[in-house]
């Protein structure tokens, strides 16, 4: 049967099982967009800049595990995606970014709102096609999403002319892929589990360092029947937190820039770090001669690039990471480590990670604190990039995954808002918080509007500092406390979510924090509370840049007191 | 570690855009290619690219993952090392009189090059072979006064049998014996 372009794209969709796009369009996308209401399956969500698309197509691939889909006109649209597909690029999630083009007989001729988004994106993209034919779309889209969404996941543009949109084509959707290129490493190699198993049973001071890829995999079973055979202390990297319940006795939380002091102690001292799904970025490894020196390192990933990129390693096994911890679990011994976990447990006393500074100051940390005490630790928490995104990762407790969302790899500013918004849709069952800073959140302000206009519940927390925080808590420790360009006259977030027809509370002392988080949680719809909290608040631990883990900086002991002491959960 | 000179076959898809992805990858990473030459394969659809890099083996290495990485790249295998014919060929103007022509004629012959083209005040020679013979002939013409040179980027193939082809399953089991040795 014959179909136009735009018709085979929509039925590709349905067939990938898109439920929402989030998009914009354009001159050379009215083609699509004008056959959309033919095709009432797909939810289609208007943003209010393709940042915002993007971002959201991540946030609900991220919270669902499925391929987020974007859209965007040509020229101006595709490059105001291009952060977005960065984004998702860094931290591996499955996005499938649509892309309107001039028409074919015009494409090379600098015509109007004509760019090279696929030459643009190539560094950025898992892979990308220009739809030249329309007879052939059907098989690109089915390729697309079987790129996004197997193997390590990543972005896939296809860049659409507007006359292939339009063209008709013989359509029948294909039921297979054709990429001789494309290998998934599935099982690891038996040598090396068998040589890595050797090496967990011979460990005396052995720490599991896990990453995003086992919670792309699925493998939070697999990893917590690991760490528990083997008595085995559990460090996840930022984008690993809720890949291991963090109120698991094994765990020993984040470690890396911000990470705790006992997570980075450990670090340094194991004698056998297992890294699962991570590639040793540079915020987690700090200075690298100071990472793991005493340690020998089995690396399990799925990318064989990821392999001795960064870290040369002792025993690497290629492969999914599910797959790899179910058979490297069944030949590790049942051990224990009592003077190694005795000795974490110790730090974990000189370094706590739980107090809360006491006193009338209304502190990011108290209000995360409370943030978590209110949700129960349920919510999906998105998070911007900055001071309050580390402040979300130390101090609220992730037991689940896909529970925290954040930016990580090209800690995209702006990233918060249109995240939540894409989690929110995909789990509309779940709390969603998007805890942003002042700064983060005027990035991408204006899809405050797209929350009221297809009423996506966000509940919205700003650590309001008046401050592009992070980068003036780095002029505070290592820029003689020159407070350039980092002051921030913000808005009346408050009127501004007013304005928006969106309900607000502004918060300036810890007894009004509690009742208005259950304020927002109470309403139906979205909710936005500013929190005017102490401006120059710093983040601790911090290592600093270029330093070595062990030399991590902690809050100056004056300030410090232990608040309601807390049972760690 | 010692940057040595690696040599990489890479089998592609004949698909636009392959080369500017690869090249891209190259500039990205941040690693120099010092040849880098593309033709037909054997196979329909499939191209053959031979990529001169100078590294050390661990950054050959991940030249080669990241590679390999790139959907339209089917395979890519290291065959530095492996008992290799590499080839690569030349064109050379260079300035000829009456009273150096014979003598230019002459240095061709003993490299077995051909003059494919003569003027009255020129020869243009073709010249096959691996680098350190193009690069030798070159010294000796050089006092003629080379006018200009084209040069291919270098091919390369393992010599001997069907079987010693450069096959997936060997090149894998090669790359993990590889790695082994330079992670301990």
Redesign the interface.
């Known amino acids: 049967m014959k179909k136009t372009g735009a018709q085979i794209l929509c039925e590709g969709l349905i067939e990938e099982g898109v439920e929402v796009m989030f998009g914009f369009p354009g001159g050379v996308l009215l083609p699509f967009y004008d056959t959309l209401p033919q095709y009432p399956q797909i939810r289609h969500i208007l943003v209010r800049h393709e940042q915002g698309a993007a971002h959201a197509a991540d946030g609900y691939a991220r919270a669902t595990g499925k391929v987020g889909v974007c859209m965007a006109t040509s020229g101006p649209g595709a490059t105001n995606l291009v952060t977005g597909i960065a984004n998702a690029y860094l931290d591996s999630s499955p996005v499938v970014a649509l892309t309107g083009q001039v028409s074919r007989p015009v494409i090379g001729k600098d015509a109007f709102q004509e760019i090279d988004i696929?030459?643009i994106t190539?560094?950025i993209t898992?892979?990308s096609y220009?739809a030249m034919e329309t007879g052939s779309l059907a098989q690109i889209i089915k390729e697309a999403f079987y790129?996004a969404r197997t193997g390590r996941p990543g972005p896939v543009l296809i860049d659409l002319p507007k006359d292939v949109m339009q063209e008709q084509a013989e359509y029948s959707y294909p039921d297979k892929v054709d990429?001789?290129?494309?290998?998934i490493p599935t099982r690891g190699?038996p040598t090396q589990l068998k040589n890595a198993a050797r090496l967990i049973n011979e460990a005396q001071r052995p720490v599991i360092i896990a990453g995003r890829g086992v919670i792309i995999s699925g493998a939070g079973e697999e990893l917590k029947q690991l760490a528990e055979t083997g008595q085995i202390p559990v460090i996840t990297t930022l984008l690993g937190i809720g890949c291991f319940p963090e109120n698991h006795v094994l765990s020993y939380g984040m470690a890396g820039m911000h990470g705790s002091g006992y997570a980075n102690k450990a670090i340094v001292d194991t004698d056998l770090l297992i890294a699962v799904g991570m590639r040793f970025d540079d915020r987690i490894t700090g200075e690298i001669k100071g990472f793991a020196p005493n340690a020998k390192i089995i690396h399990i990933d799925l990318?064989?690039?990821e392999?001795?990129?960064n870290v040369?390693?002792?025993?690497?096994i290629v492969g999914d990471v599910r797959a790899v911890l179910q058979a490297l679990q069944k030949q590790v011994d049942a051990r224990e480590h009592i003077d190694w976990i005795k000795q974490l447990e110790e730090w974990r006393k000189q370094h706590p990670m739980t107090d809360i500074r006491d006193g009338p100051e209304l502190i990011p940390q108290y209000i995360i604190r409370q943030l978590y005490e209110a949700t129960g630790g349920e919510a999906v928490i998105v998070t911007g990039v900055g001071q309050h995104q580390m402040w979300t990762a130390q101090h609220y407790v992730f037991n689940e995954p896909n529970n925290f969302i954040s930016s990580g790899g090209l800690g995209a500013m702006g990233f918060g808002l249109p995240a939540s918004m894409g989690a929110k849709v995909g789990r509309p069952d779940k709390t969603v918080w998007c805890i942003d800073g002042d700064g983060s959140l005027q990035m991408t302000i204006q899809e405050l509007a797209t929350l009221v206009q297809d009423n996506i519940a966000v509940k919205i927390a700003i650590m309001n500092n008046g401050y592009l925080g992070m980068v003036r808590q780095w002029q505070d420790l290592f820029y003689d406390k020159r407070y350039v360009a980092t002051p921030l006259a913000g808005p009346d977030f408050v009127k501004v979510a007013e304005a928006y027809r969106i309900p607000g509370l502004r918060v300036t002392s810890r007894e009004e924090v509690t009742p208005a988080i259950e304020q927002a949680m109470e309403h139906d719809g979205p909710f936005l509370i500013d929190f005017m909290v102490e401006p120059e608040e710093n983040v601790f631990p911090m290592v600093p840049p270029g330093a070595s883990n062990i030399e991590f900086i902690e809050q100056p002991k004056k300030e410090v007191s232990t608040w309601p002491q807390q049972s760690t959960p | 570690m010692a940057a040595t000179k690696h040599t990489l076959v890479a089998i592609v898809q004949d698909k636009p855009g392959v080369l500017n992805r690869m090249a891209s990858l190259f500039r990205r990473r941040g690693f120099n290619i010092e040849s880098i030459a593309v033709g037909h394969s054997e196979l329909p659809h499939l191209s053959r690219v031979t990529i001169i890099v100078n590294g050390s083996n661990a950054m050959v290495e991940q030249v080669r993952k990241q590679l390999d990485k790139l959907i339209d790249v089917v395979r890519v295998t290291d065959i530095t090392g492996d008992n290799i014919t590499i080839r690569e060929l030349a064109l050379i103007k260079v300035r000829a009189t009456s009273a150096t022509r014979s003598e230019i004629i002459e240095i061709a012959d003993i490299f077995r090059a051909n003059i494919v083209d003569v003027a009255s005040d020129s020869l243009t020679i073709e010249i096959t072979g691996d680098e350190d013979k193009v690069d030798s002939m070159l010294k000796l013409l050089r006092g003629f006064g080379v006018r200009e040179i084209a040069r291919t980027g270098r091919i390369a193939m393992v010599r001997g049998s069907l079987r010693s082809l450069p096959v997936e399953e060997k090149s894998l089991k090669s790359r993990t014996k590889n790695n082994r040795k330079e992670m301990n």
């Open positions: 696929t030459g190539l560094p898992k892979h220009v790129l990429l001789p290129g494309y290998k190699h990318d064989p690039a392999i001795g990129k040369s390693v002792n025993m690497p």
